[in-house]
C-alpha cells in the first residue's frame, strides 16, 4: 500500500487544481475565463490555484491582448503531463 501511496502527487489533491489540470492535459490550452467558466470557481480562487500549479511548473502561460482585452492562455508543461498521468496511475492502482 506504502507504494502505491508515494506515486499520489500533493499538488493534485486539491479538486480544483485536478480540474485545471485535467482541463489542461487534454487541451492544448485554455484561456482564464473558459477554465472560470468549466470548473465553477471565482476568480481569485482559480488565480491561487493556478499559482501554486506554476510555482510547481506545471502550468506555464501566455498573456496576449484579444480586442484590446488582456486574455491570458494557460497550458501544461510536459513535466505537468507527467506528474499527473502519474497521479492518475497512482489512483487508477489504488481503485484495484
Not at 506528474?83 to 484495484?96: D, G, P, T, V
Request: glycine share 4%.
Amino acid at each position: 500500500m506504502k507504494e502505491l501511496l508515494k506515486d499520489l502527487n500533493k499538488a493534485f489533491e486539491n479538486k480544483i487544481r485536478l480540474g485545471i489540470m485535467s482541463a489542461l492535459v487534454v487541451n492544448d490550452y485554455l484561456d482564464f475565463n473558459s477554465l472560470k467558466d468549466l470548473l465553477g470557481v471565482t476568480d481569485g480562487n482559480l488565480a491561487s490555484h493556478l499559482k501554486s500549479l506554476e510555482k510547481s511548473k506545471y502550468v506555464s502561460f501566455k498573456k496576449e491582448f484579444l480586442d484590446r482585452k488582456p486574455n491570458t492562455k494557460y497550458s501544461a508543461t510536459n513535466e505537468g503531463v507527467k506528474a499527473f498521468e502519474k497521479h492518475i496511475r497512482a489512483i487508477e492502482q489504488l481503485l484495484k
